[in-house]
């Protein structure tokens, strides 16, 4: 693979572990980054994330067709504003890790129109909810799925390109339409953090439970609190671009968590009795969908 020159438009947690991620399979690239803040272009030179880094403050003109690979790895929103800036034509490779899809290949399509373009989308699943240059982890991609969605007109080439760079980091890839990648994360990815952070948000809301939690030195939480709450108020400008471009699929899994919460709920108020049976059997469906899902067994 030809990655003489790399540039990662956004170089917190997934940029900057990218980076850390190239630099050790691919030594001899030349990587750029472009990011917010004179405090990240800080962190990242004196970790030697990469070897030029800008501020947009510095407001850099990047010339797209300078480099053999270009990453996007901000948030879903960002994205979508650079991409129609981007040239035509020529042989760069542009990537990015959105979250959602169907707006990314929607304005992908837009820009590049009839024309055969290097543009593919992925999504690496992974992640921490620590933020920033100062979190990455060189082996964050190491094992992971990353989900790949080829826009209409993306050149075969560069799709296979973009599955062997992945492979090549330690991912696992896929590919996925973008209707059924933004169904489909919706219910694994995008619900568990609306209920994660509810979650918290409930328990700290509870004045009996705050007392205390205050008036303990050490966690008072079991083990399912502490899983639970874990990514509860992770990243929120991220999150919150995520929400505005799944609303659609993202609304409909909140309403069929709350159908099945009020199921749930509604089997205390029954005057017979608690139906055990009913309970026990939410319990064994979840611990079966549980195995399929994670491919536990």
């Known amino acids: 693979m030809k990655l003489d020159r790399i540039l990662i438009y956004g170089m917190g947690l997934m940029g900057g572990s990218l980076s850390l991620a190239i630099r050790e399979k691919y030594p ?3 990587i750029s980054g472009v990011v917010r803040s004179k405090k990240s272009k800080t962190t990242i030179l004196s970790n030697k994330l990469a070897n030029h880094v800008f501020t947009l403050d510095e407001n850099p003109k990047i010339e797209w067709n300078h480099f053999d ?3 996007f790895s901000t948030p879903v929103e960002s994205v979508l504003k650079l991409i129609p800036s981007l040239p035509k034509s020529g042989k760069t490779i542009y990537i990015d890790l959105g979250s959602t899809k169907q707006s990314i290949v929607g304005v992908v399509n837009s820009h590049f129109g009839d024309n055969e373009h290097n543009y ?13 240059p100062e979190a990455v982890l060189p082996a ?3 094992d992971k799925l990353c989900i790949l969605t080829k826009p209409k007109m993306a050149n075969q080439t560069s799709f296979d390109f973009v599955k062997q760079f992945w492979e090549s980091i330690g991912s696992w890839t896929i590919e996925m339409d973008a209707k059924v990648h933004d ?3 919706a219910y694994v990815s995008h619900l568990p953090h609306v209920i994660s952070t509810i979650l918290v948000n409930v328990a700290g809301k509870n004045q009996t439970t705050m007392d205390q939690v205050n008036s303990i030195l050490k966690p008072i939480t079991g083990g399912g609190f502490r899983d639970m709450s874990r990514i509860a108020g992770s990243n929120a400008e991220m999150w919150v671009s995520i929400f505005k471009e799944n609303k659609s699929f993202l609304i409909d899994s909140i ?3 709350i159908s099945q919460l009020m199921e749930f709920r509604n089997l205390f108020l029954d005057e017979i ?3 055990e049976s009913k309970m026990i059997s939410i319990w064994e469906t ?3 969908k549980k195995e399929t899902i994670q491919k536990i067994k």
Do not use: K, R
Request: charged share 20%.
């Open 183 to 185: 169904e489909t994360l």
């Open 28 to 30: 001899n690239a030349e």
């Open 255 to 257: 309403d069929q968590f």
């Open 120 to 132: 593919i989308s992925t999504h690496p699943m992974c992640g921490s909810e620590q933020t920033g």
């Open 69 to 71: 690979l270009v990453v």
């Open 140 to 142: 964050l991609y190491v």
């Open 273 to 275: 009795g608690l139906d």
């Open 286 to 288: 979840a611990l079966e």
